[in-house]
């Protein structure tokens, strides 16, 4: 096996491993909060947060070390350039879902704590939506980075 096709080997697997978490969880999210009281599924989250971070965390920057090695002899074009934004904007989006997770899981369990506080009550509700809308942008340029690499890689 050529050090390149080990690389792309690499490159698939660690992209298949972050974005297949990523749908996985938004599957899981959708079953727990049908199923799950909520002091339960604050619990879940944080543990399946914590976890997770550390299995989809590493294969996102192992994806994005192989696909920087892999295109290293690569003129910077537009093409690249955006690549490239795509995947600071994409880790700098991780960062921040990471900070807002954490905020939503005290939130939650305040919330849990006190279920007769309406004003918390929403407060959580809108912070839901806004780390729905957070986990879209998050999957949006999960799929422009695939799409922007399967660009550099045909072209």
């Known amino acids: ?3 390149q096709a080990l690389l792309v ?3 698939v697997l660690a992209t298949s491993v972050w974005v297949g978490g990523y749908v996985a969880i938004v599957v899981v999210a959708r079953t727990a909060t049908a199923t799950l009281e909520p002091a339960a599924r604050v619990r879940f989250f944080r543990s399946l947060g914590r976890r997770y971070l550390w299995v989809g965390g590493p294969a996102l920057l192992v994806a994005l070390a192989t696909g920087a090695v ?3 002899s690569h003129e910077w074009d537009l093409l690249l350039i955006a690549t490239a934004a795509a995947a600071v904007a994409l ?3 991780l960062a921040l879902a990471v900070g ?3 905020r939503m899981t005290r939130l939650r369990r ?3 704590d006190d279920p007769a506080n309406t004003r918390l009550t929403r407060q959580v509700t809108g912070a839901a939506r806004g780390a729905a809308a957070l986990r879209g942008v998050l999957g949006l340029f999960t799929v422009a980075l695939v799409v922007l690499g399967a660009c550099l890689a045909t072209g």
């Open 9 to 11: 080997s690499v490159l």
């Open 1 to 3: 096996m050529t050090r």
């Open 100 to 102: 807002q997770a954490r």
């Open 91 to 93: 880790l700098l989006l």
């Open 70 to 72: 892999l295109l290293r």
């Open 110 to 112: 305040r919330s849990v």
